[in-house]
């Protein structure tokens, strides 16, 4: 694939996970009805609701940064994991199968996002030898 396909879908991938993480967020710390019904049906208390929208709305951010905090951004990957994980299994827990399309969905934009982010910015791990 050439760089510039790839550029077009990590930018295509990262503003639609973005989107989706940056109203959730939104929703998430303005009380949004809808959203904290849900999230507290499934179990979460209120300050968990608070925090994930700040870290989903930072996480956001990050992202959008071009060429810039890609270590951080790795990490911003991983708690879009995990929330899309938990997502999954505390909904297929509480409300059913067909209740967990949105994060299978949300899943497979964020691994198309994180796919391209790899592969236009390889990881260095050298070792620092400097005394």
Known sequence: MKT???????????????LWFGA??????TENELIWNITQHLGYPAHFIYLLGVLKI?????????????????????????????????????LGLSSTVDAIIAFTIAFTSYLMFRKLYNASYAINTAK
Do not use: H
């Open 24 to 29: 959730s967020g939104f929703f998430e710390l």
């Open 58 to 94: 930072l996480g956001v951010l990050i992202l959008l940064l071009p060429n810039r905090l890609l270590r951080l951004k790795e990490w911003v990957y991983a708690g879009i994991f995990f929330d899309i994980l938990f997502a999954f299994v505390s909904k297929l827990a509480v």
């Open 4 to 18: 510039k396909s790839a550029q077009y879908i990590f930018w295509t991938s990262t503003i639609l996970i973005s």
